[in-house]
């Protein structure tokens, strides 16, 4: 699948998907929603806006509120494929997410996912 595509699909076919991975291992919606918002800036009642208007999920990234600056710090392989060697910087703040959705799913605890520089 192209950037692209991805970029095109709307928040709300892949939110449900990050959800889905980190409750079928134990772990709560709220807990998708505070990764998402230390990401990038939302918060859960606007994720849920997000997912009701079905904005893209490239679009999602683009106008998210605050960007945190420690997300740089969020660094690992995920499909294969290192973060910090994505050239594309949005395709590089999709992938931190599914990173921070992966290690909650694991049973990291939150405070270790934000990570504070």
């Not at 909650?104 to 520089?117: N, S, T």
């Amino acid at each position: 699948m192209t950037n692209e595509k991805v970029y095109a699909m709307s928040f709300a076919k892949v939110y449900p998907l990050l959800v889905n991975k980190a409750v079928k291992k134990g772990r709560t919606a709220d807990e998708v929603d505070q990764v998402t918002g230390w990401l990038t800036g939302y918060t859960p009642a606007q994720i849920a806006r997000a997912v009701e208007t079905g904005v893209s999920y490239g679009d999602f990234f683009r106008q998210a509120p605050a960007l945190n600056p420690h997300r740089e710090l969020v660094r690992g392989t995920i499909c294969g494929v290192k973060i910090e060697a994505i050239q594309d910087p949005l395709m590089q703040e999709i992938r931190r997410l599914d990173k921070l959705v992966d290690e909650l799913a694991k049973g990291r605890p939150l405070e270790k996912i934000f990570r504070q520089g």
